[in-house]
């Protein structure tokens, strides 16, 4: 069974991530307005995701015979400069994700719970494909100082970007 501590701490971690899912598809609907339909679907995969990270901790809480509670979610950012502002804010919120997970980590030692470190283990190595990611983008972006032919060619491979449930 999970401490009230840790009860709390989760549900303010699945809180987190569906506000994560809102703030992507914040994004996506920017990316599209700006006709970059590519870096839209990216977006939205990445909505899906981290609605499949919520819903782990939604499954986790419940298996361990803890309460879960549905806050407000907050509203998202909803303007950005240009498509490289997006993956800035992007990068900006993924490594605050990370800090999330790792302070949970810290928690769940003094805590003493095992269960739950092991549980966080995966989080732990998500974020940094989460971050390594949106770094590779980026950093490509800059590249092409995220405007002309190179923006076009980068649109037509982040189209291609599927979800498929991690692992
Ligand atoms: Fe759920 Fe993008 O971390």
Redo the contacts with the bound molecule.
């Keep these: 069974m999970l401490n009230k501590r840790l009860e709390t701490e989760l549900n303010k971690q699945l809180n987190a991530?569906f506000y994560?899912a809102y703030f992507y598809l914040s994004m996506s609907s920017f990316l599209a307005n700006i006709n970059l339909n590519g870096f839209a679907n990216w977006m939205k995969v990445?909505f899906e995701?981290?609605q499949f990270?919520a819903l782990k901790f939604y499954q986790y809480i419940i298996d361990r015979g803890g309460r879960v509670v549905l806050d407000k979610i907050e509203a998202p950012q909803i303007e950005w400069k240009n498509v490289i502002d997006v993956f800035e804010s992007v990068l900006k919120?993924?490594q605050k994700?990370t800090s999330l997970i790792n302070n949970l980590v810290d928690i769940a030692y003094v805590e003493k719970d095992h269960a739950t470190l092991a549980q966080l283990q995966w989080?732990v190595t998500?974020?940094v494909e989460?971050e390594a990611n949106v770094n590779d983008i980026l950093d490509q972006l800059k590249m092409i100082d995220g405007k002309g032919a190179g923006l076009f060619m980068l649109d037509r491979e982040m189209k291609l970007r599927k979800f498929t449930a991690p692992v």
Excluded: K, L, P
Aim: no cysteine.
């Design positions: 991530e994560s990445q995701e981290e990270h919120h993924e994700v989080f998500e974020q989460e």
